[in-house]
């Protein structure tokens, strides 16, 4: 069974950093792409980043929104994925899922999802 | 950025209804588009990817039609656990966006 388990969040200072971890269980980890997706409180969904899986290193994708505060990496070993956040604003408070790529179709479906995890961003 | 509109933002229905509801890009996608259904507190859960490829273990009461800029989400008759909000979203490029959901609600 597939498995997608965040952790990291919180409460944190505008212009502060965290760092959102999640655990992978279910299925060969190195071979997909992940993406970090947020949902802000009672608005809809943004997706905010997406790391390559797969062989010969891995490529990322941010958001705008994020481009040069948040950092995505993973370590295949460990089957974690995780979101570096740094510079922290009150616009990114949201909660935040993990959610890996739906194989075998050529573009980027989500096919599982973490329950999420609320970052909260104080001013 | 491609743009996602939905429509409507919010529909009252019925057990058993016929429920429709509409995606717009902003720009021609082909049929690279994908269909969530969320309910309140949970992760949001694929129904339909590339247009009309229904997910494994969903309804057949869902549907989904369309290419290019225009797209249709369609629930056949309503059922309780349906009540929920969709989602639309864009798989053509990155930034991957999402359009601003619809709330069937009774």
């Known amino acids: 069974e597939v498995q997608l388990l965040e952790s990291g969040g919180g409460l944190v200072q505008s212009g502060g950093s965290l760092r959102l971890s999640c655990a992978a269980s279910?299925?060969?980890?190195?071979?997909?792409?992940m993406s970090w997706v947020r949902q802000a409180p009672g608005k809809g969904l943004e997706w905010v980043s997406a790391i390559s899986g797969g062989g010969g290193g891995s490529s990322t994708s941010y958001a705008d929104s994020v481009k040069g505060r948040f950092i995505i990496s993973r370590d295949n070993s460990k089957d974690t994925l995780y979101l570096q956040m740094n510079s922290l604003r009150a616009e990114d408070t949201a909660v935040y899922y993990c959610a890996k790529r739906l194989p075998a179709v050529g573009a980027t479906y989500f096919d599982y999802w973490g329950q999420g995890i609320l970052v909260t961003v104080s001013s | 950025d491609i743009q996602m509109t939905q429509s409507p933002s919010s529909v009252s229905a019925s057990v058993g209804d016929r429920v429709t509801i509409t995606c717009r890009a902003s720009q021609g996608i082909s049929s690279w588009l994908a269909w969530y259904q969320q309910k309140p507190g949970k992760a949001p859960q694929l129904l339909i990817s590339v247009a009309s490829s229904l997910q494994s273990g969903v309804p057949s009461r869902f549907s989904g039609s369309g290419s290019g800029t225009d797209f249709t989400l369609t629930i056949s008759s309503l059922q309780p656990e349906d009540f929920a909000t969709y989602y639309c979203?864009?798989?053509?490029?990155?930034?991957?966006?999402f359009g601003g959901g619809t709330k069937v609600e009774i």
């Open positions: 979203q864009q798989a053509k490029s990155f930034p991957l966006t």
């Open positions: 279910g299925f060969t980890f190195s071979t997909y792409a």
